[in-house]
């Protein structure tokens, strides 16, 4: 069975990319995981200590933008899931890829005010991922 995973945040853009991955599972059929991968370690940067509990909102505010996106694709008639994950964003992608089966990876082309750019998108991550999953990867 064809297994989409869909990597979202929220927002505008990420709105987009589901449609598209709602699309495209539509189209090749299966199932559609979304994924959130909270990262909190950029706090670590700052002198402040760390917020108590900020890991654990970050992961509620993720599954919460992912009930959402379940919501869209239910209602488009698409089969869905959502895995929300911690750390690294490559290596939890990475793992969630391997774990759900996922035959293809659809990652947002990022807003014009974000730091990962799109270049980077395509030409590094797309391309590192698909090396060591042989997954296709695919930014719509």
Request: glycine share 8%.
């Amino acid at each position: 069975m064809n297994v989409i995973l869909c990597a979202t945040r929220g927002g505008e853009a990420s709105i987009k990319t589901q449609e598209r991955a709602i699309e495209m599972t539509k189209e090749r059929g299966g199932r559609l995981v979304f994924i959130f991968v909270s990262d909190a370690r950029f706090l670590d940067k700052y002198s402040a200590p760390r917020v108590p509990g900020m890991d654990e909102e970050m992961k509620n505010m993720g599954e919460f933008l992912l009930l959402m996106a379940k919501e869209r694709a239910e209602k488009a008639g698409v089969e869905s899931d959502y895995v929300v994950r911690e750390g690294d964003f490559k290596t939890a992608l990475v793992e969630a890829a391997k774990e759900v089966g996922a035959s293809l990876i659809v990652l947002g082309r990022p807003a014009d005010d974000n730091l990962t750019t799109l270049e980077y998108l395509e030409q590094q991550l797309s391309p590192a991922i698909k090396a060591e999953t042989g997954i296709e990867t695919i930014v719509v």
